[in-house]
């Protein structure tokens, strides 16, 4: 009797599906990073409803130490308390987009656990929002943590591209107290093919 799943008709398989997989891996790579340490190359978003200021920092993960000489962006916000959504943003000084189909994004952050908002927003294609009014932008989480964590989402697939970086935007969503937040950033990264 012949099995369908015997070793001969099996290995090939295998063999075949671990070259698609070497191949869709080796596809994907870096397309745009910034660990934010370079002067002026990003910048506050003139019209920011928080107050906040940029500065350099050494301050690095654990993970990334010793392996460059990067830094990372401190970010000193101060969020005013009462109703009404406030947002911090930062800017590129040079933005350009990038050439290449983006998948995935990733960040570096430690923040000071003040459950504040960051998201990644990109024009695509030259457009702030889709034909619906929704604006082109990918949530990176909460800022529920104190310690250096690594930040990802996925890009979704059918945003027309090439995309430019608008903002890393941070937000508190109607959070009623005030707070003086500090938070670090490095090591951005998009993914594509």
Known sequence: MDNL??????????????????????????????D???????????????????ESSAELPAELKGKDKSGSLCLKI?????????????????????????SKASIWMKSSGSNRYVELHFLA??????????????????MNFTDWKKLEAAIPSDWPQPLTIKSLTFHD?????????????????????
């Open 78 to 102: 101060s969020w005013p308390g009462g109703e009404g959504m406030r947002f911090f943003s930062i800017v590129q000084s040079k933005p350009a987009p990038l050439p290449a189909k983006l």
């Open 36 to 54: 934010f340490n370079v002067a002026g190359d990003w910048t506050a978003y003139q019209w920011n409803k928080a107050q906040g200021k940029l």
């Open 125 to 142: 294609n030259g457009q702030e929002k889709d034909s619906a009014g929704k604006p082109y932008k990918i949530s990176m989480g909460q």
């Open 5 to 34: 799943f015997s070793w001969g008709r099996l290995l090939p398989a295998l063999a075949l599906a671990s070259v698609f997989s070497i191949c869709l891996a080796a596809a994907e790579s870096i397309k745009f990073t910034s």
């Open 173 to 193: 969503w109607n959070l009623p107290q005030p707070v003086e937040d500090t938070v670090y950033v490095t090591r951005l990264e998009l993914k594509g093919e």
